[in-house]
């Protein structure tokens, strides 16, 4: 590893631990609505499902200035081992700039 990727995980670590997220969390995708609108997706860094689901719950999303508060959170799952259950929040997933 190269000095500049040790720099940028020692930053990543020392983000998460400003935020209070254990360096050994989870990347959650979660399935949100604002307004009943279509699926967005928001990306989720937590401990586990329950404070993912609490993170997304919490959000705002949108490209509009301080964004759209989520008003519904369908699903979380662990991003790169399970899918949704609803196929169309699987599509929305694989078109979102990761």
């Avoid at 959650?28 to 586990?48: E, M, N, Q, T, Y």
């Avoid at 519904?72 to 196929?87: G, Q």
């Amino acid at each position: 590893m190269t000095s500049e990727g040790i720099a940028r995980c020692l930053l990543f670590v020392a983000a998460m631990a400003q935020l209070d997220i254990p360096a050994w969390a989870a990347d959650f995708a979660c399935d949100v609505r604002h307004d009943g609108s279509k699926p967005s997706i928001l990306l989720v860094s937590a401990a586990d499902r329950g404070h993912a689901l609490l993170i997304a719950a919490r959000a705002r999303i949108g490209n509009v200035p301080g964004g759209l508060p989520v008003s519904e959170v369908r699903e979380c799952i662990l991003r790169h081992r399970e899918k949704f259950v609803d196929p169309q929040a699987n599509q929305t997933l694989q078109r979102t700039p990761l």
